[in-house]
């Protein structure tokens, strides 16, 4: 079985650009989520779909950061434009169901440098 | 709100050395805890959990225990490998909210 699949692995811009981050969960997940970590300190939550429907998006920074899921499937991150707090690793993780208990699975991240 | 607060790193630590890596929650109600582990240049994977007060949660030679009355749940193990270099965090789901709260990870490093 695949595991959760994130692009790039690393995008160095420069303040002002686009970037657009990428993540394909694990076939038959409905529950996919963003999260980020800034340079050493925690990972903290972005938003959670539950297919194609945002279910959580309180921990998005600001309307600079859109989330799209169509179709349920892969997930993509636009941040538009950047700024240079934006660096940090975003990861995305995916499950079957959302209980509380209920194991997420990981992509290993894309490293996003805004320069 | 819900938070976790693990100790600072780098942990460094010779090989076979004993390791506990300290984590306390702060929490409304009943959440389950994690540890999660990222080997260098991969991604996060379960390590451990537990879902109630008391119960221990175990993988791979690690072990830890929901405490409630100190609302901790330290990372220990009794003899540490090279392969164990890696950044640890603790997390919680389920106090107030069903989002995941990670703790700000600790490096750890193990040398032969």
């Known amino acids: 079985e695949a595991g959760v699949t994130q692009f790039p692995s690393h995008s160095v811009i420069e303040k002002g650009q686009t970037v657009t981050l990428r993540c394909d969960p694990i076939s038959g997940h409905d529950n996919l989520y963003w999260y980020r970590r800034v340079m050493g300190k925690e990972i903290k939550f972005l938003l959670h779909f539950v297919k194609e429907s945002k279910q959580d998006e309180s921990g998005m920074p600001n309307n600079r950061f859109l989330a799209e899921r169509t179709g349920g499937t892969y997930s993509t991150l636009k941040v538009q434009p950047a700024e240079l707090e934006d660096s940090g690793v975003y990861f995305c993780?995916?499950?079957?169901?959302?209980?509380?208990?209920?194991?997420?699975?990981f992509g290993s991240g894309t490293q996003l440098s805004v320069l | 709100g819900d938070s976790v607060t693990q100790m600072e790193g780098p942990v460094t630590l010779s090989e076979e050395a004993f390791l506990t890596i300290n984590c306390t929650y702060t929490a409304t109600g009943y959440p389950s805890l994690f540890w999660y582990v990222q080997y260098p240049g991969e991604g996060l994977q379960l390590l451990l959990k537990a879902t109630k007060a008391d119960d221990k949660g175990s993988n791979k030679g690690f072990e830890a225990t929901y405490r409630k009355e100190t609302t901790s749940f330290h990372l220990e193990k009794g003899s540490v490998q090279v392969s164990d270099s890696a950044v640890y965090f603790c997390?919680?789901?389920?106090?107030?909210?069903?989002?995941?709260?990670f703790g700000t990870g600790t490096l750890l490093a193990v040398q032969p």
């Open positions: 997390a919680l789901r389920g106090g107030a909210t069903n989002k995941l709260i």
């Open positions: 993780a995916s499950s079957r169901d959302s209980l509380f208990n209920e194991k997420l699975f």
